[in-house]
């Protein structure tokens, strides 16, 4: 939106009529020699329209033009941006996710497991505008790809560029919730939970997902359990990073439901099962709703002065004018 | 008066060109009276054109002179304005080509640099930081947080193999870090770049243009000394230029005091002892920690007074020329 800062001067525009009139129109202003020849009852002489003459008028539009700017520029043009500012703090969350070669598994629409959950989660940090947001991706190991952080854009960056199998090939769940809540640990939200997303039982990696979730209920974080797939057979289709092949094939094992309840109770949170596309989509909304924060906004204007850019246009204006009147038509001041 | 734009000013140096031009088209305008009355031309004529035409230069040269010092952006006297951002967002913009690994300051530029980072996020703590390293190319390598255990493993892990594309393209690391401010936050904003000054390109404009329009002052700190050093190579030797000669790399400080001074930053140099804690301490001015109602002062931009010049001396430019001046002079 623009606005102008001295609104007032804006009536200087006023006088450029007066001003207009006294330098062209105005009679006996000297200057110029009147030529007293007409034709008997007839008209006088018509100037002849001319490049110098045309030069001149594009001079005395120039020239105008430049006053016109001049005042506009005296007004304080300034161009403000809205920008909507938290005063309280969101949630902390950080989103654990399976990128085990299971999550290839096309059972759940549109794609396969880990489309879907990069789908949902997607959507899901879109709605979460003030919580600080991080991603722990796992299968053999875990790695924190991106800490709690407002800087929702770089998350999903990172979230796009996780792929199947790009920490091995296991599912290692308690190191994961580990490492999601060493990085909680530090943050100064005061609601901190984990969501895990999995398709697998704990496989690897030394530390136990029970005892992983003790020590995140110990620091007050609660656990978002999302058990991923279809209970029997599903088709895997994947590439493998470290050889370029495609394999296929077909999963028989899915999550252990108990086992990740246990890790949700354990820590003041709850367990969802999601066999199909639609099914996770309702599980975050459903932890969109029941996770919320007073939220307090406060809107901040931001004033971006713009009157240096007309007043150099014109500056180049009255230069422009002053090059053609002066220099190339010869115009005497 | 400061300017917020002072190499504007340097277009005040064209001025006396236009002066010989314009005298230049009075003599012709004398000549072509010459030529249209012959030997009727009056002394009182040329000199009405002589002196109309040495008032009118003037004035248009002395509001042209204003038009310009009003683009410099003038500014004088401040005022105090209500400051409604509590708290910092530091993005640590460092430096990690292979010239910040010369050993002039221990233990070596990047490695000092490492360790002030740290002392500054541990005076800070209430503070978000993020990282953003620069070499050839930029990166975000920690987002603005406050996870201190995601901090210390990106400072830990500054070293030139982050970024491979070689060179120093600070630009493109300031716009990275302007980017590096997630928005809708009441923390300001604030860049402390760690450099050697030894950029191939020069700092861009409208980026400098953009951090100053966002608020974000760049505190810059000078790593290296005016002597310099020689860059050590993974084989335990030193670079070497194509005549076999160690090179030597000094510090190039210009460019970043006037990025310092064009966004309301601040210049240190990391050889000095106390650079760290001067830096925290002028940071946490900012921030404003413990304080209440926080009041800060801001310089008045007063332009406008010279754009008024300009049109008066327009108008009274327009009413020389109008006047009939026979019978004046």
Redesign the interface.
């Known amino acids: 939106m623009w606005v102008l800062e001295?609104p007032g001067?804006m009536l200087?525009l006023l006088?450029v009529p007066f001003?207009v009139y006294?330098?062209h129109f105005?009679s006996?202003?000297?200057?110029r020699i009147a030529f007293p020849f007409t034709f008997y009852g007839g008209e006088g002489f018509r100037a002849p329209v001319t490049g110098r003459s045309l030069l001149l008028r594009v001079s005395t539009l120039v020239f105008w033009s430049a006053?016109v700017l001049?005042?506009v520029?005296?007004s304080?043009p300034t161009r403000t941006v809205r920008?909507?500012?938290?005063?309280t703090r969101g949630l902390d969350i950080m989103v654990v996710l399976d990128v085990s070669p299971t999550m290839a598994a096309r059972d759940v629409q549109p794609v396969n497991r880990l489309e879907a959950a990069r789908a949902v989660v997607r959507r899901f940090v879109e709605q979460r505008?003030?919580d600080?947001i991080?991603l722990v991706g796992f299968s053999l190991e875990a790695a924190?790809r991106?800490?709690?952080?407002?800087?929702?854009d770089?998350?999903l960056d990172s979230l796009d560029r996780l792929y199947l199998m790009e920490m091995g090939d296991g599912t290692a769940i308690g190191m994961a919730l580990a490492l999601a809540s060493?990085?909680?640990?530090?943050?100064?939200g005061g609601d901190k939970i984990i969501i895990l997303l999995t398709d697998g039982v704990n496989n690897a990696g030394e530390i136990s997902p029970e005892a992983a979730a003790e020590v995140a209920g110990s620091l007050g974080i609660r656990i978002y359990a999302i058990g991923v797939g279809s209970e029997g057979e599903a088709e895997i289709e994947f590439v493998n990073p470290e050889d370029g092949r495609t394999y296929r094939g077909t999963v028989r094992e899915g999550y252990d439901p108990d086992a990740l309840r246990r890790i949700a109770e354990l820590t003041g949170g709850r367990f969802f099962s999601a066999a199909g596309g639609g099914t996770l989509e309702a599980v975050f909304n459903a932890i969109n709703t029941a996770e919320t924060a007073e939220r307090r906004v406060?809107v901040?204007v931001?004033r971006?002065?713009r009157?240096?850019l007309v007043?150099?246009i014109?500056?180049a204006l009255?230069?422009f004018d002053?090059?053609l009147r002066?220099?190339l038509v010869?115009v005497?001041? | 008066m400061t300017f917020l734009?002072p190499q504007y000013l340097w277009f005040l140096l064209a001025l006396p060109l236009?002066g010989v031009?314009?005298l230049?088209?009075?003599l012709?305008?004398r000549s072509?009276?010459a030529t249209l009355v012959g030997g009727y031309a009056r002394n009182d004529v040329m000199n009405i054109?002589t002196i109309?035409?040495f008032v009118?230069?003037v004035l248009?040269s002395v509001?042209?002179s204003s038009?310009?010092v009003?683009?410099a952006?003038p500014r004088w006297g401040e005022v105090s304005v209500e400051d409604?951002r509590r708290g910092m967002e530091i993005v640590f913009l460092v430096d990690i080509s292979n010239s910040m690994l010369v050993d002039d300051i221990a233990p070596s530029r990047l490695g000092r640099s490492r360790e002030v980072i740290r002392a500054v996020a541990a005076r800070l703590p209430?503070a978000h930081h993020?990282i953003v390293v620069f070499k050839g190319g930029a990166s975000?390598l920690?987002?603005?947080?406050?996870?201190?255990?995601?901090?210390e493993?990106a400072v830990s892990n500054l070293s030139p193999a982050l970024v491979t594309a070689p060179g120093t393209e600070l630009s493109g690391g300031l716009a990275l870090a302007a980017e590096?401010f997630?928005?809708?936050?009441?923390r300001h904003p604030v860049i402390v770049l760690f450099s050697d000054g030894g950029h191939e390109e020069g700092i861009s404009g409208r980026v400098v243009e953009r951090l100053r329009?966002?608020s974000i002052p760049v505190y810059a700190v000078i790593a290296g000394t005016p002597a310099g050093g020689t860059i050590p190579t993974t084989d335990g030797g030193v670079l070497r230029d194509s005549a076999g000669d160690p090179v030597i790399v000094g510090i190039m400080e210009e460019r970043m005091r006037r990025l310092a001074e064009a966004t309301g930053g601040e210049l240190y140099y990391l050889s000095e002892g106390t650079t760290g804690n001067r830096l925290a301490g002028d940071l946490e001015q900012i921030g404003g920690a413990g304080a209440g109602v926080l009041f800060r002062q801001v310089s008045v931009?007063r332009?406008?007074l010279f754009?008024?010049l300009?049109?008066f001396l327009?108008?009274v430019m327009?009413?020389i020329?109008?006047?009939?001046?026979?019978g004046l002079v």
């Open positions: 001295r001067y200087l006088l001003l006294l330098r105005r006996n202003r000297g200057g006053v001049l005042i520029a005296l304080g920008e909507r500012i938290f005063l505008e003030n600080h991080g924190l991106v800490p709690p952080t407002l800087n929702h770089l998350l060493l990085h909680l640990q530090g943050t100064e406060r901040q931001h971006r002065p009157h240096q007043l150099m014109a500056l009255l230069l002053v090059i002066r220099l010869g005497a001041p | 734009y236009l031009l314009l230049f088209s009075v012709r305008g072509a009276i054109l109309k035409s009118v230069t248009f509001a042209l038009l310009i009003a683009i952006g409604e209430e993020a975000v920690v987002p603005m947080t406050d996870d201190p255990a995601a901090f493993l590096t997630p928005g809708g936050t009441p329009d966002a931009d332009y406008h754009v008024l300009a049109l327009l108008t327009l009413l020329q109008n006047i009939r001046w026979k």
